[in-house]
Protein backbone atom coordinates (compact mmCIF):
# COMPACT_ATOMS: atom_id res chain seq x y z
CA UNK A 1 0.00 0.00 0.00
CA UNK A 2 1.36 3.48 -1.03
CA UNK A 3 1.70 6.29 1.56
CA UNK A 4 -1.35 8.43 0.28
CA UNK A 5 -3.74 4.98 0.48
CA UNK A 6 -2.20 4.22 4.57
CA UNK A 7 -2.74 7.81 5.16
CA UNK A 8 -6.27 7.94 4.16
CA UNK A 9 -6.66 4.82 6.06
CA UNK A 10 -5.16 6.16 9.03
CA UNK A 11 -6.98 9.86 8.87
CA UNK A 12 -10.64 8.05 8.31
CA UNK A 13 -9.59 5.29 11.41
CA UNK A 14 -8.62 9.09 13.70
CA UNK A 15 -11.57 10.92 12.77
CA UNK A 16 -14.06 7.80 13.89
CA UNK A 17 -12.29 7.33 16.87
CA UNK A 18 -12.05 11.89 17.43
CA UNK A 19 -15.43 12.14 16.45
CA UNK A 20 -17.35 9.44 17.95
CA UNK A 21 -15.44 9.62 21.27
CA UNK A 22 -16.77 14.01 20.76
CA UNK A 23 -20.28 12.58 20.38
CA UNK A 24 -20.39 10.05 23.68
CA UNK A 25 -18.59 12.83 25.59
CA UNK A 26 -21.69 15.09 24.48
CA UNK A 27 -24.34 12.77 25.16
CA UNK A 28 -23.01 12.12 28.79
CA UNK A 29 -23.52 16.08 29.38
CA UNK A 30 -26.76 16.80 28.16
CA UNK A 31 -29.64 17.09 30.31
CA UNK A 32 -32.45 14.56 30.50
CA UNK A 33 -35.23 16.48 29.29
CA UNK A 34 -37.44 13.35 28.69
CA UNK A 35 -41.10 13.46 29.67
CA UNK A 36 -44.29 15.77 29.39
CA UNK A 37 -43.77 19.47 28.70
CA UNK A 38 -46.90 22.17 27.93
CA UNK A 39 -46.90 24.12 24.89
CA UNK A 40 -47.49 27.58 26.37
CA UNK A 41 -47.63 26.08 29.26
CA UNK A 42 -50.88 25.27 29.10
CA UNK A 43 -52.27 21.96 31.12
CA UNK A 44 -54.43 21.12 27.94
CA UNK A 45 -51.76 21.04 25.57
CA UNK A 46 -49.90 18.00 26.42
CA UNK A 47 -46.23 17.20 24.86
CA UNK A 48 -43.88 14.43 24.74
CA UNK A 49 -40.46 14.49 24.47
CA UNK A 50 -37.93 11.11 24.45
CA UNK A 51 -34.26 11.32 24.66
CA UNK A 52 -31.70 8.95 23.59
CA UNK A 53 -28.08 10.43 23.76
CA UNK A 54 -28.09 13.38 21.53
CA UNK A 55 -31.20 11.93 19.36
CA UNK A 56 -34.94 13.09 20.57
CA UNK A 57 -38.20 12.37 19.56
CA UNK A 58 -41.11 14.91 20.00
CA UNK A 59 -44.89 15.05 19.65
CA UNK A 60 -46.85 18.37 20.18
CA UNK A 61 -50.17 19.19 21.37
CA UNK A 62 -51.68 18.14 18.14
CA UNK A 63 -49.68 15.01 18.29
CA UNK A 64 -47.70 15.82 15.05
CA UNK A 65 -43.83 13.92 15.43
CA UNK A 66 -40.47 15.58 14.61
CA UNK A 67 -37.31 14.28 15.33
CA UNK A 68 -33.63 16.07 16.38
CA UNK A 69 -30.49 16.41 17.86
CA UNK A 70 -29.13 18.36 20.52
CA UNK A 71 -26.73 20.89 18.85
CA UNK A 72 -25.06 21.58 22.42
CA UNK A 73 -25.79 20.62 26.22
CA UNK A 74 -28.49 23.61 25.94
CA UNK A 75 -29.81 23.71 22.12
CA UNK A 76 -31.95 21.47 19.67
CA UNK A 77 -32.56 21.63 16.15
CA UNK A 78 -35.87 19.82 15.77
CA UNK A 79 -37.61 18.70 12.30
CA UNK A 80 -41.03 19.39 12.32
CA UNK A 81 -44.29 18.90 9.72
CA UNK A 82 -45.09 22.21 8.02
CA UNK A 83 -48.61 21.91 8.19
CA UNK A 84 -50.64 19.67 10.59
CA UNK A 85 -51.68 16.03 9.04
CA UNK A 86 -52.20 12.74 11.13
CA UNK A 87 -50.24 10.60 8.84
CA UNK A 88 -47.24 13.14 9.71
CA UNK A 89 -46.13 13.89 6.48
CA UNK A 90 -45.40 16.46 3.42
CA UNK A 91 -42.94 19.13 3.95
CA UNK A 92 -40.36 19.68 7.20
CA UNK A 93 -39.35 22.70 8.85
CA UNK A 94 -36.18 22.86 11.40
CA UNK A 95 -36.87 24.92 14.52
CA UNK A 96 -34.19 25.85 17.40
CA UNK A 97 -34.79 25.16 20.80
CA UNK A 98 -33.40 27.01 23.61
CA UNK A 99 -33.74 25.15 26.79
CA UNK A 100 -33.47 27.19 30.05
CA UNK A 101 -30.89 26.52 32.86
CA UNK A 102 -33.51 25.44 35.08
CA UNK A 103 -34.46 23.02 32.43
CA UNK A 104 -37.81 23.82 32.82
CA UNK A 105 -38.30 25.72 29.36
CA UNK A 106 -37.93 25.56 25.83
CA UNK A 107 -38.09 28.39 24.06
CA UNK A 108 -38.32 27.73 20.14
CA UNK A 109 -37.39 29.37 17.30
CA UNK A 110 -40.99 29.73 16.01
CA UNK A 111 -41.57 32.04 18.95
CA UNK A 112 -43.79 29.79 21.22
CA UNK A 113 -42.58 27.78 24.13
CA UNK A 114 -42.80 24.42 26.11
CA UNK A 115 -42.76 24.12 29.45
CA UNK A 116 -42.25 21.52 32.20
CA UNK A 117 -45.28 22.55 34.41
CA UNK A 118 -48.54 23.69 33.31
CA UNK A 119 -50.46 27.23 34.66
Known amino acids: ?3 FGRSTIVAAFVSVCVFGTLAAA ?3 TLPNISGTWY ?3 DAAKHC ?3 Q ?3 NVSL ?3 VNDRAHG ?3 DPSTLSVSWPKWH ?3 NIGPRITYTGHISSDLRVIHWSNGTYWSRRSH
Open 1 to 3: MNF
Open 48 to 50: QIQ
Open 59 to 61: SNE
Open 85 to 87: NSA
Open 26 to 28: LAG
Open 52 to 54: SGT
Open 39 to 41: AQG
Open 69 to 71: TFT
